[in-house]
């Protein structure tokens, strides 16, 4: 035991280190010399401080690890540190991963140049172990099947209706707390996230099975909300781990996993008591005065399975960004008050009653959509796009050479991923003032590969017009219910989570104050 511990392991070591850095090496001599041969540019290689890059796996498991921003410092810091938007990465036991942020290697990866690239292990080994078989996580003919099966129920039609919409904003209404000092103010700051979080529930809950979770008002009058509490739990720290073990490379399976399966084991359940009810109804006894995705399913399939992770996968699609979208929008405008007053004047100049806001006057009131696109631009959705894998040597148009202009080789089974947070911030794009939260930058704007919160291409998402609509909603009535808002935490940086979906620390938590100049919302 003890010469192995001191001789032979160590030598083990020093070897698997010294044949890394040979295929490194002949790796990237081989892509180099056919780069040369096809006329593309040379892609710099992050440097490794040690053999085979094993620092990056030492410090994913600091314990300072958590305390990082996910978007600074792993989606755009090494983009910074390369000083250029596309570049190469080694590390050991890993596939050579091309990091971009070029619009027009994203619109080849998403629509030009699908044919040569595929999703790999990535969405096989992480997420189908949560979210199943379904439209998010399959390719070619059953993800074709799973499209037809749900895109006509994103008509504009069953998208443009709001009577539920404003029932369940109505229950968000009563949760703000009615106690106010003199001067008007909230006299507790609220963290918008949890309440934003619900009301997407129960949206969410109501267009897919025909019936809310009503998680707003079972925690407003204090009934147990623990299913939906353990639920969202359970789904925050499954998207969280996710990114952790993606982190991880091939030492994933060393991060602990039993509280990862015992919440895939909460999610599942929750969604199927929703499929198993639905499947055990009478066909006359279902809903006829609206569409219910759910229903629309079993009249196509009868497997629980089957059902579950097609409604799981839309579920999670909805629920979580949407909340996210809100919770941040109203970050941002709290941040800058001035902001807020002009978004709210020219709301208040829009509509006077609620019976105003229907789907086509918030599109008119485009100042809406410009402080969503605005927001999704700042805190996209994801920060970092997953890896797709190369099925085949092909080319990417930019990124190589000096000055980035000429081709890029990409050879079969590299990963290519590119960063939506850093791409969203060129100033070379979005001019000197990139940083800054300001929505009239979208007036008179085309927009093109450059911002993609929703992506593009065959796989653009079917519920883009059904999120944008209902928060759109939702942040004219917030703007209508209070007159100024502010953030808490505002003498911090905003700072995100390790997370597949973008979520900022610490919650948002607002001072607000009630308008007093508003009537006719009910």
């Given at each position: 035991?003890?010469?192995?511990?001191?001789?032979?392991a160590?030598?083990?070591?020093?070897?698997?280190?010294?044949?890394?850095?040979?295929?490194?090496?002949?790796?990237r001599r081989?892509?180099?010399?056919?780069?040369?041969?096809?006329?593309?540019?040379?892609?710099?290689?992050?440097?490794?401080?040690?053999?085979?890059g094993?620092?990056?796996?030492?410090?994913?498991?600091?314990?300072?690890?958590d305390?990082?921003?996910?978007?600074?410092?792993?989606?755009?810091?090494?983009?910074?540190?390369?000083?250029?938007?596309t570049?190469?990465?080694?590390?050991?036991?890993?596939n050579?991963?091309?990091?971009?942020?070029?619009?027009?290697?994203v619109?080849?990866?998403?629509?030009?140049?699908?044919?040569?690239?595929?999703?790999?292990?990535?969405?096989?080994?992480?997420?189908?172990?949560?979210?199943?078989?379904?439209?998010?996580?399959t390719?070619?003919?059953?993800?074709?099947?799973?499209?037809?099966?749900?895109?006509?129920?994103?008509?504009?039609?069953?998208?443009s209706?709001?009577?539920?919409?404003?029932?369940?904003?109505?229950?968000?209404?009563?949760?703000?707390?009615d106690?106010?000092?003199?001067?008007?103010?909230l006299?507790?700051?609220t963290?918008?996230?949890?309440?934003?979080?619900?009301?997407?529930?129960?949206?969410?809950?109501?267009?897919?099975?025909?019936?809310?979770?009503?998680?707003?008002?079972?925690?407003?009058?204090?009934?147990?909300?623990?299913?939906?509490?353990?639920?969202?739990?359970a789904?925050?720290?499954?998207?969280?781990?996710?990114?952790?073990?993606?982190?991880?490379?091939?030492?994933?399976?060393?991060?602990?996993?039993?509280?990862?399966?015992?919440?895939i084991g909460?999610?599942?359940n929750?969604?199927?008591?929703?499929?198993?009810?639905?499947?055990?109804?009478?066909?006359?006894?279902?809903?006829?005065d609206?569409?219910?995705?759910?229903?629309?399913?079993?009249?196509?399939?009868?497997?629980?399975?089957?059902?579950?992770?097609?409604?799981?996968?839309?579920?999670?699609?909805?629920?979580?960004?949407?909340?996210?979208?809100?919770?941040?929008?109203?970050?941002?405008?709290?941040?800058?008050?001035?902001?807020?007053a002009?978004?709210?004047?020219?709301?208040?100049?829009?509509?006077?009653?609620?019976?105003?806001?229907?789907?086509?006057?918030?599109?008119?009131?485009?100042?809406?959509?410009?402080?969503?696109y605005?927001?999704?631009?700042?805190?996209?959705?994801?920060?970092?796009?997953?890896?797709?894998?190369?099925?085949?040597?092909?080319?990417?148009?930019?990124?190589?050479?000096?000055?980035?202009?000429?081709?890029?080789?990409?050879?079969?089974?590299?990963?290519?991923?590119?960063?939506?947070?850093?791409?969203?911030?060129?100033?070379?794009?979005?001019?000197s003032d990139?940083?800054?939260?300001?929505?009239?930058?979208?007036?008179?704007?085309?927009?093109?590969?450059?911002?993609?919160?929703?992506?593009?291409?065959?796989?653009?998402?079917?519920?883009?017009?059904?999120?944008?609509?209902?928060?759109?909603?939702?942040?004219?009535?917030?703007?209508?219910m209070?007159?100024?808002?502010?953030?808490?935490?505002?003498?911090?940086?905003?700072?995100?989570?390790?997370s597949?979906?973008?979520?900022?620390?610490?919650?948002?938590?607002?001072?607000?104050?009630?308008?007093?100049?508003?009537?006719g919302?009910?």
């Amino acid at each position: 035991m003890g010469v192995y511990t001191t001789v032979i392991a160590p030598a083990c070591i020093a070897l698997i280190l010294f044949f890394q850095q040979c295929r490194t090496w002949i790796q990237r001599r081989s892509v180099e010399a056919k780069a040369s041969a096809s006329g593309c540019g040379d892609v710099p290689v992050m440097p490794n401080k040690l053999p085979g890059g094993i620092e990056r796996y030492l410090v994913r498991f600091s314990l300072k690890l958590d305390k990082l921003d996910f978007s600074e410092d792993v989606a755009r810091r090494p983009f910074t540190r390369m000083g250029r938007y596309t570049y190469r990465s080694n590390t050991l036991f890993s596939n050579p991963t091309i990091y971009t942020a070029e619009p027009a290697n994203v619109q080849a990866l998403l629509s030009t140049q699908t044919s040569d690239f595929e999703y790999g292990s990535f969405r096989e080994d992480s997420l189908k172990e949560v979210i199943g078989h379904g439209i998010f996580t399959t390719e070619g003919p059953s993800w074709k099947r799973f499209r037809r099966q749900l895109k006509p129920h994103f008509s504009r039609e069953n998208v443009s209706n709001l009577e539920d919409l404003k029932h369940h904003f109505h229950t968000l209404g009563k949760v703000f707390p009615d106690i106010h000092d003199e001067s008007g103010w909230l006299s507790t700051a609220t963290d918008v996230v949890p309440l934003f979080s619900r009301f997407a529930t129960d949206t969410s809950t109501e267009l897919l099975f025909g019936e809310s979770a009503n998680s707003q008002t079972r925690a407003m009058i204090g009934s147990s909300v623990q299913d939906e509490s353990e639920f969202s739990s359970a789904l925050d720290y499954v998207l969280s781990y996710i990114i952790w073990r993606a982190r991880m490379d091939f030492l994933g399976w060393l991060l602990p996993s039993g509280k990862f399966r015992r919440s895939i084991g909460t999610i599942h359940n929750y969604v199927s008591r929703y499929v198993d009810s639905a499947l055990n109804k009478e066909p006359l006894t279902r809903s006829k005065d609206k569409t219910v995705l759910l229903e629309e399913l079993i009249a196509q399939t009868q497997s629980p399975t089957e059902l579950r992770d097609q409604i799981l996968q839309l579920f999670i699609g909805g629920r979580t960004p949407t909340a996210a979208l809100l919770s941040h929008a109203m970050l941002f405008l709290a941040r800058n008050p001035q902001q807020y007053a002009e978004a709210r004047a020219k709301v208040l100049g829009f509509f006077r009653s609620d019976d105003e806001l229907t789907f086509d006057s918030i599109r008119e009131c485009k100042l809406l959509t410009y402080i969503l696109y605005e927001t999704m631009r700042l805190l996209p959705p994801t920060a970092l796009s997953l890896p797709r894998c190369a099925k085949r040597d092909t080319t990417l148009p930019c990124g190589g050479g000096p000055d980035e202009t000429q081709p890029i080789l990409v050879r079969r089974g590299e990963f290519v991923r590119f960063s939506h947070y850093t791409m969203y911030r060129r100033p070379d794009i979005w001019g000197s003032d990139a940083e800054e939260f300001r929505p009239m930058r979208w007036e008179g704007r085309s927009i093109g590969a450059e911002y993609i919160p929703f992506s593009m291409g065959p796989r653009i998402c079917l519920g883009q017009q059904l999120a944008l609509n209902e928060a759109r909603y939702v942040l004219a009535r917030m703007l209508m219910m209070f007159d100024r808002i502010e953030h808490v935490d505002a003498h911090l940086p905003i700072k995100t989570k390790f997370s597949l979906v973008t979520a900022v620390q610490n919650g948002v938590r607002l001072r607000m104050h009630r308008a007093a100049d508003v009537e006719g919302f009910a």
